[in-house]
């Protein structure tokens, strides 16, 4: 039976990738179930599910899991269509793709991370720095995160300038000029709320309302615009791991199948064992599976759940992300 629109996210909440899309759904009243995460691995009720991305938000709709917060926002658009955030005119679509280039390749998330503040408990526990190494590939010692943290909060308080002085500069409510919160804002705005929330990550002396009263004032507009929707919003279902395995595992898939384009460069066949991973975070994590589909922005392999072995299909973007095809099978289904 479908429920919460077959939607899932396994998240937690103090991620600010899965705020993007909780917001999302937030704004647009849509109904969705919630499985909440550990903040680092292992993650179960994932591995269960046969997904080995490691990244957090994951949304499976149906039997399809999807990966990564742009290809997620994406097909809630397309799913509920009627009344979608994103822009309609080319040039705004141009601004709203710009922006989330900006706050994820761009570096402004890698910088945000970099401005935890190292008093933060969660930076002493060594489960956690660990966790990270494995998911940044760099070091998360004190020390290291002590010395890059100067340099991290000067591409910061660039970012302040460029949204003070350029973007919200003639006065807009919305990045838009929408009448309400739009996927530009949801685009612009998730690091810089997430750092003004997170305790001691900005220090006062280099960001603060004074100095940047238009980005403060747009941050504070959207959280009361969440709020506000929230209010009226339906309350999502939290599943425990178990339930959201099992109802991810004799749900329908979401999608028709799909087909692999025979133009694309990486010359890949319907039906072959590969494995697709992200290349900019994450990436010692491969998804293994047989290629149910490939176009110019999304890959879909056909994998096989843990529990209850049925076939999962998980779906990564193209963006950063690296297929190959994988010799000597090992891929069952
Ligand atoms: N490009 C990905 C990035 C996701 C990402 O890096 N998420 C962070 C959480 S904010 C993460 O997974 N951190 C490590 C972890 O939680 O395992 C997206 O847009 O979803």
Redesign the pocket.
């Known amino acids: 039976m479908v429920q919460h629109n077959d939607i899932v996210l396994f998240h937690?909440s103090?991620?600010?990738?899965?705020r993007?899309v909780v917001w999302y759904l937030t704004l647009r009243g849509i109904e969705y179930g919630q499985c909440m995460?550990p903040?680092?691995?292992p993650?179960e009720d994932i591995n269960a599910l046969g997904v080995k991305y490691?990244?957090?938000?994951i949304m499976s709709i149906g039997r399809d899991m999807y990966?990564?917060?742009?290809l997620?926002l994406q097909k809630l658009e397309a799913k509920f269509a009627s009344g979608a955030l994103g822009a309609s005119q080319p040039d705004e679509k141009a601004i709203e793709k710009l922006l989330e280039s900006w706050t994820?390749d761009g570096g402004i998330?890698v910088r945000a991370a970099q401005a935890i503040p190292p008093e933060m408990p969660l930076m002493k526990d060594p489960k956690f720095t660990k966790?990270?190494e494995d998911?940044m590939g760099r070091s998360w010692e004190l020390e290291s995160i002590k010395a890059m943290r100067p340099e991290a909060l000067t591409h910061i308080r660039d970012a302040f300038v460029f949204l003070e002085t350029g973007l919200l500069a003639d006065g807009r409510q919305w990045v838009l000029k929408t009448e309400k919160a739009s996927m530009a804002d949801i685009e612009a705005v998730w690091p810089f709320h997430w750092l003004l929330e997170l305790k001691g990550a900005l220090p006062p002396t280099l960001v603060s309302k004074e100095k940047f009263p238009k980005v403060f004032a747009w941050i504070k507009r959207f959280s009361e615009a969440v709020s506000v929707a929230k209010s009226s919003a339906p309350q999502p279902t939290t599943l425990k791991g178990a339930e959201a395995v099992k109802y991810v595992i004799q749900a329908d898939f979401s999608e028709p199948e799909g087909n692999v384009d025979a133009s694309d460069p990486l010359g890949l066949k319907k039906g072959q064992d590969v494995e697709s991973w992200?290349i900019?975070?994450?990436f010692k994590h491969h998804d293994r599976g047989k290629l149910v589909s490939l176009t110019s922005t999304e890959v879909v392999l056909a994998s096989q759940s843990k529990v209850g072995g049925k076939e999962v299909r998980i779906h990564h973007p193209r963006w950063?992300y690296r297929i190959r095809a994988v010799s000597g099978g090992g891929v069952k289904l």
Do not use: E
């Not at 490691?54 to 938000?57: A, E, K, L, T, V």
């Not at 990966?67 to 742009?70: F, H, I, S, V």
């Open positions: 937690y103090f991620s600010p990738f899965a993007k995460q903040i680092y691995l993650r490691r990244r957090i938000p990966c990564d917060t742009r997620i994820i998330f966790d990270r998911y992200p900019d975070s994450g950063n």
